[in-house]
């Protein structure tokens, strides 16, 4: 079993910046991609960002230039740095990895959520 602990939240003022971190943790063999998806009230899930195992990264056009994902390989963490924050940008952010685990079953894991608030 993978467990994936998002950290980092909170309060943000528009133009601010806020730092979310999760760490993956369990029997892991291999994680192929990390990233991060969010949820505003009332809207569904969307895709924010993602870095993959070689490094490459993509990002949603409506973050591109303000947000830049990031990966610790030794810690399994992977990192979002939000800078020039907006109000649209609030939400709960989910972590997601696709992770290879012994006997090479691959499953995508979901972190808890950790609720970001943009004032503006």
């Known amino acids: 079993q993978v467990q994936l602990v998002e950290s980092g939240g909170g309060l943000g003022q528009g133009g601010g910046s806020l730092r979310l971190s999760c760490a993956a943790s369990?029997?892991?063999?291999?994680?192929?991609?990390m990233g991060w998806y969010r949820q505003a009230p009332e809207k569904p899930r969307e895709w924010v960002a993602v870095i993959i195992s070689g490094g490459s990264t993509n990002y949603r056009d409506s973050v591109k230039g303000r947000f830049t994902i990031s990966r610790d390989y030794a810690k399994n963490t992977v990192y979002l740095q939000m800078n020039s924050l907006k109000p649209e940008d609030t939400g709960v952010y989910y972590c997601?990895?696709?992770?290879?685990?012994?006997?090479?079953?691959?499953?995508?894991?979901w972190g808890q959520g950790t609720q970001v608030t943009v004032s503006s």
């Open positions: 369990g029997i892991i063999f291999r994680i192929n991609s």
């Open positions: 997601n990895a696709e992770v290879v685990s012994v006997g090479a079953t691959r499953r995508a894991y």
